[in-house]
């Protein structure tokens, strides 16, 4: 998005004017301020990625797959579509929601970035994957023995689901991330079962972390003008998560003074999900429609009465119930 662009869309939007303004806090003055600000954070959406803030372990050469072991070619990636998707990722056993989100969301909304990434190398049955580490690009090969060992973990794909066909890009990319976070598969996996910030995975993904719409830009933009944000980062094909945090408790001196724990939102805890689109219902409310990378929302595994009790792993929720209930993080927006 150009500067000229980013003015534009925030003066149709409402940024800059007395409407989009919130009038408890001042009214215009704040709209501008809120404006300026909002304009600066969609204008280094397209900055260059900032230098890494730590290195990595080195990654030990990848042998050739031996051509009997060879299961998997291009053709495998990206299934009967050709086109790799949100609906190809299912995270299982492995703590790493923050990635496989961003994978689906960047998938979503700049299919050929992930496409770009990944290569298959005929010359050594093996598959190429580049990612940044925060200071450069890099390329990392997965073999086929690779790929077999992240479906027995229970990756981020759906091959270890009852779909032997499935797309297997996740596999390739999940393996390359583990190897780029680890060094070797062993420490990588156990360091993305720490979890981590769906920022750094949009990093290691497309070069830049991208901005966050965390509650202190809610605060100050309010919820109208967070949703035609969001509303055109998809628009113009940028990948968007929602990061989530617990909802507002009370321990037992607080509820002697008659507080009142956060209503719950339906949503899983310090879980990252892919933002799908945004729409408003007849009642006026702003909804946000999330794709969970489990691939379902029941609320036995969601963790709450509230969740939609269901197989599907789509679920649509208030922008407002999001924001204002204490379980949210911070929206990213990647670039485009």
């Known amino acids: 998005m150009t500067a000229i662009t980013a003015a534009r869309f925030l003066t149709t939007s409402g940024y800059l004017t007395q409407r989009g303004a919130e009038p408890a806090r001042g009214g215009l003055e704040v709209g501008l301020t809120a404006g300026r600000q909002a304009a600066g954070l969609l204008g280094r959406l ?3 990625a900032l230098p890494g803030r730590e290195g990595r372990p080195p990654i030990a050469p990848t042998e050739p797959t031996p051509p009997g072991q060879r299961r998997y070619g291009a053709g495998d990636l990206y299934g009967s579509s050709g086109r790799p998707s949100a609906a190809d990722i299912q995270q299982d056993r492995i703590g790493d929601c923050f990635f496989i989100a961003t ?4 998938a979503n909304a700049s ?3 992930i496409q770009d990434a990944i290569s298959y190398k005929e010359e050594t049955g093996n598959f190429s994957v580049r990612l940044y580490d925060g200071h450069n690009w890099v390329d990392i090969e997965v073999s086929q023995a690779e790929i077999q060992d992240n479906i027995q973990r229970g990756g981020g794909s759906q091959l270890d689901n009852g779909k032997p066909s499935a797309p297997i890009w996740p596999a390739v990319m999940e393996t390359a991330y583990a190897k780029l976070r680890g060094g070797t ?3 990588g996996y156990e360091t993305l079962n720490k979890g981590g910030k769906a920022r750094d995975a949009m990093e290691t993904l497309t070069g830049t972390r991208g901005n966050d719409l965390s509650n202190r830009w809610v ?6 003008a967070t949703a035609n944000a969001i509303r055109q980062a998809l628009a113009d094909g940028r990948p968007v998560t929602l990061s989530t945090d617990p909802e507002h408790g009370c321990n037992w001196l607080q509820s002697l003074f008659g507080c009142q724990p956060a209503a719950q939102d339906g949503l899983a805890d310090n879980h990252v999900y892919v933002v799908e689109s945004l729409h ?3 009642q006026g409310e702003v909804m946000v ?3 969970n990378p489990w691939q379902h929302n029941s609320e036995d595994s969601v963790g709450e009465s509230t969740a939609a009790n269901g197989t599907s792993p789509f679920i649509e929720v208030k922008l407002a119930d999001i924001v204002r209930d204490g379980g949210f993080e911070y929206f990213n927006i990647g670039p485009k």
């Open 185 to 187: 598969l062993d420490q």
């Open 46 to 48: 397209d900055a260059p």
């Open 103 to 106: 994978a689906g969301a960047v």
């Open 280 to 282: 408003t219902n007849d």
């Open 219 to 224: 605060d100050l933009l309010g919820d109208k």
């Open 289 to 291: 429609r999330l794709h």
């Open 111 to 113: 299919p050929q970035r």
